[in-house]
Nanobody
Framework: QVQLLESGGGLVQPGGSLRLSCAASGSIFSSNVMGWYRQAPGKERELVATIQSGGGTTYADSVKGRFTISRDNAKNTAYLQMSSLKPEDTAVYYC???????????????WGQGTQVTVSS
């Protein structure tokens, strides 16, 4: 069974940095997109950043220049390096991936459980 396991959240002061990791576990035939979404209290879940298997990336305007997404295809792991953090970055961050598990006939969507990021002094 495929799972996405997130780590790296926590409390950080404004201007600080955090690195999130998302590892896909299980038997995976192929991995397409990996990405991060976030949901702040009282708000809808929003896209933060995505990365294709070939390395192409997209970012929300609100994080461009501050966040960097990367991936290790051999480990089926994605990373989100967050710098110059602001209080408005406070949210639960969810990993998302489009994966083709071994034994399946096509790609499917998978979500992690979420990790809390709090930016506060």
């Amino acid at each position: 069974q495929v799972q996405l396991l997130e780590s790296g959240g926590g409390l950080v002061q404004p201007g600080g940095s955090l690195r999130l990791s998302c590892a896909a576990s299980g038997s995976i035939f192929s991995s397409n997109v990996m990405g991060w979404y976030r949901q702040a209290p009282g708000k809808e879940r929003e896209l933060v950043a995505t990365i294709q298997s070939g390395g192409g990336t997209t970012y929300a305007d609100s994080v461009k220049g501050r966040f960097t997404i990367s991936r290790d295809n051999a480990k089926n792991t994605a990373y989100l390096q967050m710098s110059s953090l602001k209080p408005e970055d406070t949210a639960v961050y969810y990993c998302h991936s489009i994966l083709w598990p071994a034994g399946h006939t096509t790609y499917d969507h998978y979500w992690g459980q979420g990790t809390q990021v709090t930016v506060s002094s």
